[in-house]
């Protein structure tokens, strides 16, 4: 997975990436905002919840939304962008795409 610029993860494989400070990519339910405004809880593909530490500019509006962020600890991402996703989503089929871009069978030829 090292070619890849940021790779999706879910909440059990972000600790994995917290070392090499690299960007990653996590699909979730947002669940709710600090009253600061200043971090969000999601509730990762896999079920895991997951802080999303946010900046004054960020555009999370959506229910469900893919968030580019880097690792800060197992459980915590520095928000950098993210794509609003909508009101709907199935994460089990999301998490499902997620585990198989792991699978040693398919590196290098669909992932």
């Known amino acids: 997975m090292e070619q890849l610029l940021s790779p999706r993860v879910n909440s059990a494989r972000l600790g994995n990436y917290?070392?090499?400070?690299?960007?990653v990519r996590i699909v979730g339910?947002?669940?709710?905002f600090?009253?600061?405004?200043?971090t969000a809880l999601m509730t990762a593909c896999d079920g895991g919840e997951v802080k999303i530490?946010?900046?004054?500019?960020?555009?999370m509006v959506d229910?469900?939304?893919e968030v580019i962020g880097t690792p800060i600890d197992p459980s915590t991402v520095r928000y950098i962008s993210c794509t609003n996703m909508g009101a709907n989503m199935d994460l089990?089929?999301?998490?499902?795409?997620v585990e198989l871009t792991f699978d040693p069978k398919f590196?290098?030829?669909l992932f």
Not at 18 to 23: D, H, L, S, Y
Not at 53 to 59: E, K
Not at 92 to 97: A, E, P, T
């Open 29 to 32: 339910k947002i669940s709710n």
């Open 92 to 97: 089990k089929l999301v998490n499902d795409v």
């Open 107 to 109: 590196q290098g030829r």
């Open 18 to 23: 917290v070392a090499q400070k690299q960007p």
């Open 63 to 65: 229910t469900f939304v």
């Open 53 to 59: 530490m946010l900046n004054a500019g960020h555009n």
């Open 34 to 38: 600090s009253q600061k405004g200043d």
